[in-house]
Each structure stands twice: as structure tokens, then as C-alpha cells.
């Protein structure tokens, strides 16, 4: 079992930033791959950002490519997501979810991870 936590989430204005963190817990951090994933209200969940267990490939969705990093420091079992540029259609409920045995061109989808945060809002006005 692994427990997630996400924290960071907030209001922010089009053009701001903000940092997401995932805690993890139950298990050892490095051993998991790691996706951040929204869903705005009336959409179905979609993938944002992805990272191996040891950080070294990362894999973005095009909508926010060059404007989100994720990250990972593995011996604060954390992961991250700072997002710059936000834009009002960023506005979302995030959600972290870790990956026990993932094919890297399956990270995109949902359906690959094993266990799911709470989800922290993001709320991004014009």
C-alpha cells in the first residue's frame, strides 16, 4: 500500500505559479514511477506530467509542455510539479498517483497507476 498526499494546490492568477507536492508514504518511493494527472469539472481526468523512479525520463502532455516541470527528490519520498504560465483552462483538481510496474509509453494513461492521491484544486482566474 502506498499512501499519497497532495498539497500546494490554490488560486493564482493567469500568468502566476504555483508548486504541487506529493508525499508519499508506505513504501520506498524509488521503487514507483510517478504522474500527475487533472480533471476539470464536466472532463474526464487527463494526464499532465510524468517521471521514472529515478527521475532521469520525464514525459509532459503538449498542452503543458515548456510551462510545467515535475520532479522528484526520492529521499523525501516527494514528488513535484511546479507550473508556470498557468492559464485559466489549467484550472483543474490535481491529482499525484504512483506506478509499480509501468511501461514508459504507458504512463500517460490512468489506468497504469496503482494508487491515487486525494487531489489538491487549482483554481486559475483571467
Known amino acids: 500500500q502506498v499512501q499519497l498526499v497532495e498539497s500546494g494546490g490554490g488560486l493564482v492568477q493567469a500568468g502566476g505559479s504555483l508548486r504541487l507536492s506529493c508525499a508519499a508514504s508506505g513504501r520506498t518511493f524509488s521503487t514507483v514511477a510517478m504522474g500527475w494527472f487533472r480533471q476539470a469539472p464536466g472532463k474526464e481526468r487527463e494526464f499532465v506530467a510524468a517521471?521514472?523512479?529515478?527521475?532521469?525520463?520525464?514525459y509532459y502532455a503538449d498542452s503543458v509542455k515548456g510551462r510545467f516541470t515535475i520532479s522528484r527528490d526520492n529521499a523525501k519520498n516527494t514528488g513535484y510539479l511546479q507550473m508556470n504560465s498557468l492559464k485559466p483552462e489549467d484550472t483543474a483538481v490535481y491529482y499525484c498517483?504512483?506506478?509499480?510496474?509501468?511501461?514508459?509509453?504507458?504512463?500517460?494513461?490512468?489506468?497504469?497507476?496503482?494508487?491515487w492521491g486525494q487531489g489538491t484544486q487549482v483554481i486559475v482566474s483571467s
Open positions: 498517483a504512483v506506478a509499480e510496474y509501468p511501461y514508459s509509453s504507458s504512463l500517460k494513461y490512468a489506468s497504469t497507476y496503482d494508487y
Open positions: 517521471i521514472s523512479r529515478g527521475g532521469g525520463s520525464t
